[in-house]
Nanobody
Framework: QVQLVDSGGGLVQPGGSLRLSCAAS????????MGWYRQAPGKQRELVAA???????NYADSAKGRITISRDNAKNTVYLQMNSLKPEDTAVYYC?????????????????WGQGTQVNVSS
């Protein structure tokens, strides 16, 4: 049974940083691409960043230059380092276990989601 546990959210001032973590169990972690999504109130869930099993990354335009996804296959954990946070980054963030295309450029979400972690960016 796949289990994804998100953590690391909180309240931060604009310009601040947070690192989110997602611990996975019940899967052969290195065989999965991992994605971080977010959902703001009244908006659809959107992909923020994804990383293939081999470490190839892709990012939403809104994340480029500020947000970094990484993974530690030995710890079955994927991270999302967020810097220079803006109020519009406020959302619930979810990790997902999925797949990417051969080039690691397109992420295909799977059925397993973390429970979400709330990020609030406000002064």
């Amino acid at each position: 049974q796949v289990q994804l546990v998100d953590s690391g959210g909180g309240l931060v001032q604009p310009g601040g940083s947070l690192r989110l973590s997602c611990a996975a169990s019940g899967i052969i972690f290195s065989r999965y691409a991992m994605g971080w999504y977010r959902q703001a109130p009244g908006k659809q869930r959107e992909l923020v960043a994804a990383i293939s099993g081999g470490g190839r990354t892709n990012y939403a335009d809104s994340a480029k230059g500020r947000i970094t996804i990484s993974r530690d296959n030995a710890k079955n954990t994927v991270y999302l380092q967020m810097n220079s946070l803006k109020p519009e980054d406020t959302a619930v963030y979810y990790c997902n276990a999925g797949q990417t295309d051969y080039f690691g450029l397109v992420y295909y979400p799977g059925d397993s989601w973390g429970q979400g972690t709330q990020v609030n960016v406000s002064s």
